[in-house]
């Protein structure tokens, strides 16, 4: 089953507007990753955030994690063109699981 | 570094047949794994590995062997394609198991008629 699972499932925003993607997972974590793939290439990860910390930013991005919740949400903000891609959240199954499940993805599209 | 490297990029085989579908990385990471990703949905894990000589099951095993005889490299098989194995194939590393960022390949996109 999934652990993580994003909404929405499609964002259509016009450049220079804010983007936000929202993750929900089922089983306590130690940490949740979120990553980027454009149209036919792997995965590039973007931020990793731990259980004790509640955000995190780079560059652009913001990520916030509610433990409480089980929720994560990613922010992109004042978005370019380049930003068009699916955004996938992960995160392992457990505290000390060995394996990582991804949601299904967020596809964002910014028009120039 | 070279990174993850994935051979082939693109292959087609007809129902029935085999093939090795190879992964290598050259950063001496432990944890290696295989996903696979049907159109418009996310990964999902078919096997995975923290480390030379052990293996492990992920969510969708079933038609697919693994083994780890070196660090650099994690060979997929597929023994018998069947058309439901049509899919993008991605191999990730990654120096400290799912507490860490991983490391993707490039994918090879595989169609089975």
């Known amino acids: 089953s999934q652990q993580g699972e994003e909404d929405p499932q499609a964002l259509s925003i016009q450049e220079g507007e804010n983007a936000t993607m929202n993750c929900s997972y089922k089983?306590?974590?130690?940490?949740l990753q979120w990553y980027r793939q454009n149209s036919g290439r792997g995965l590039v990860h973007l931020i990793l955030i731990r259980s004790n910390e509640r955000e995190k930013h780079s560059g652009r991005l913001r990520v916030t994690l509610d433990t409480s919740k089980k929720s994560s949400s990613l922010l992109i903000t004042a978005s370019r063109a380049a930003d068009t891609a699916s955004y996938f959240c992960?995160?392992?199954?457990?505290?000390?699981?060995?394996?990582?499940?991804f949601g299904e993805g967020t596809q964002l599209t910014v028009n120039p | 570094n070279a990174g993850v490297t994935q051979t082939p990029k693109f292959q087609v085989l007809k129902t029935g047949q085999s093939m090795t579908l190879q992964c290598a990385q050259d950063?001496?990471?432990?944890?290696m794994s295989w996903y696979r990703q049907d159109p418009g949905m996310g990964l999902r894990l078919i096997h995975y590995?923290?480390?030379?000589?052990?293996?492990d099951q992920g969510e969708v095993p079933n038609g697919y062997n693994v083994s780890r005889s070196t660090t650099e490299d994690f060979p997929l098989r597929l023994l018998s394609a069947a058309p439901s194995q049509t899919s993008v194939y991605f191999c990730?590393?990654?120096?400290?198991?799912?507490?860490?960022?991983?490391?993707f390949g490039p994918g090879t996109r595989l169609t089975v008629t």
């Open positions: 990730a590393s990654s120096p400290a198991g799912v507490s860490v960022e991983q490391y």
């Open positions: 950063m001496n990471h432990e944890y």
């Open positions: 590995s923290v480390g030379a000589g052990i293996t």
């Open positions: 992960a995160a392992p199954e457990g505290t000390s699981g060995s394996r990582l499940t």
């Open positions: 089983t306590s974590i130690n940490n």
